[in-house]
T-cell receptor
Framework: DAKTTQPTSMDCAEGRAANLPCNHS???????VYWYRQIHSQGPQYIIH???NNETNEMASLIITEDRKSSTLILPHATLRDTAVYYC?????????????FGTGTLLAVQP | NAGVTQTPKFRILKIGQSMTLQCAQD?????MYWYRQDPGMGLKLIYY???????DKGEVPNGYNVSRSTTEDFPLRLELAAPSQTSVYFC?????????????FGAGSRLTVL
């Protein structure tokens, strides 16, 4: 699985969009990009995933560059409850060993 | 639909004691995982299972054992507990869906070894 690189921490004003970057320059063609978040020692929560195309769901949008070497998670209107550690993971699709390896993530602090 | 249930939520062990962390899921997921998270760190994969009767090692398996006799349950056993095993343990489960692997996590079990 490709290594991912994220900033250690970021701040965002409440009500503004939070844009969390992730570099995965060695990603291969069959690897998904996943985003999870962890709110203060709770179990991680799935947010979104994508392969090539941009994706949107009720929680967030995922923008993947055309060369797939980086991506951005967008929380369109951040609230205080979005303060959490956000993990970006690249992992091969399918197969018996499709396990997700978590790094240290980005601590997003939403400020009032 | 309870999702992934972990017990106990908290436990204190003495060095050398043994215990089992329980994990159960009611979503009929094939894959199950155990992770540990040390303070201020990311999650490390201990063991995983792709189905009943099949288990395999993750990144940090030493000092732990697992079994998967049913689809629903995936207990994690600690033999001869050591202070280095003080951590929060998370169980997760998933099904392959079009190739993607979306994990559902339990609330965690906080273990302290003194």
């Amino acid at each position: 699985d490709a290594k991912t690189t994220q900033p250690t921490s970021m701040d965002c004003a409440e009500g503004r969009a939070a844009n969390l970057p992730c570099n995965h320059s060695t990603i291969s063609g069959n690897e998904y990009v996943y985003w999870y978040r962890q709110i203060h020692s709770q179990g991680p929560q799935y947010i979104i995933h994508g392969l090539k195309n941009n994706e949107t769901n009720e929680m967030a949008s995922l923008i993947i560059t055309e060369d797939r070497k980086s991506s951005t998670l967008i929380l369109p209107h951040a609230t205080l409850r979005d303060t959490a550690v956000y993990y970006c993971i690249a992992s091969s699709r399918g197969g018996a060993t499709n396990k997700l390896i978590f790094g240290t993530g980005t601590l997003l602090a939403v400020q009032p | 639909n309870a999702g992934v249930t972990q017990t106990p939520k908290f436990r204190i062990l003495k060095i050398g004691q043994s215990m089992t962390l329980q994990c159960a899921q009611d979503m009929n997921h094939n894959y199950m995982y155990w992770y540990r998270q040390d303070p201020g760190m990311g999650l490390k994969l201990i063991y995983y299972s792709v189905g009943a009767g099949i288990t395999d090692k993750g990144e940090v398996p030493n000092g732990y054992n697992v079994s998967r006799s049913t689809t629903e349950d995936f207990p994690l056993r600690l033999e001869l507990a050591a202070p280095s095993q003080t951590s929060v343990y998370f169980c997760a489960s998933s099904n392959q869906d079009g190739g993607a692997n979306v994990l559902t996590f339990g609330a965690g079990s906080r273990l302290t070894v003194l």
